[in-house]
């Protein structure tokens, strides 16, 4: 498997070398192919799947997230991403205080921060289409009513014809 040293991943993530260091020591994001193990002069080396981590983590920390908040954001999504869904499938959306996840190919947002805690999702197209097949339903029912009534006006108005004829 090819490993991208610690140079290479500053330059493919926008992370400084301090950040690096930094955040493999408080293992936020560690090299998975070779950690130094606090040795001088072995080298860290990075996966692909590392690099993701350094950029969403960066992204986070970059748009104004605690470094403990993104910890806690980040631990969760790789268990679920592990069991679950692959990273590349899910979106990360932020208010500012919290961190929700959100799979391509569901139809629900998770709070990243409390465990997976289902957040309040509404799906405004799956309303839509719900609404759209409600007004063609009722337009459907409105018109066999309608159809019904004028056959009972044309039957009363033969009625009223042939009595009085």
Known sequence: MEGFTAQQATRLTGCTPHQLRYWDKV????????????RPGRRRLYSFRDLIALRVVKSLLDNGMSI????????YLRRT???DTHLSEIRLVTDGE??????????EVL?????????????????TRSVE??????????????????????????EVDEAGG
């Open 133 to 158: 097949e409600d007004v063609t339903r009722f337009e459907l029912d409105r018109e066999r009513f309608l159809e019904m009534l004028r056959r009972v006006e044309d039957d009363v108005l033969m």
């Open 81 to 83: 991403a592990d069991m």
């Open 98 to 107: 919290t961190i929700f996840a959100v799979a391509l190919d569901e139809d």
């Open 27 to 38: 293992s936020l994001v560690e090299p998975s192919l070779q950690q130094t193990g606090g």
């Open 68 to 75: 403990q908040r993104v910890r806690r954001a980040w631990d």
């Open 111 to 127: 709070d990243a921060l409390r465990q997976g805690q289902l957040a309040f999702f509404v799906a405004i197209n799956d309303i």
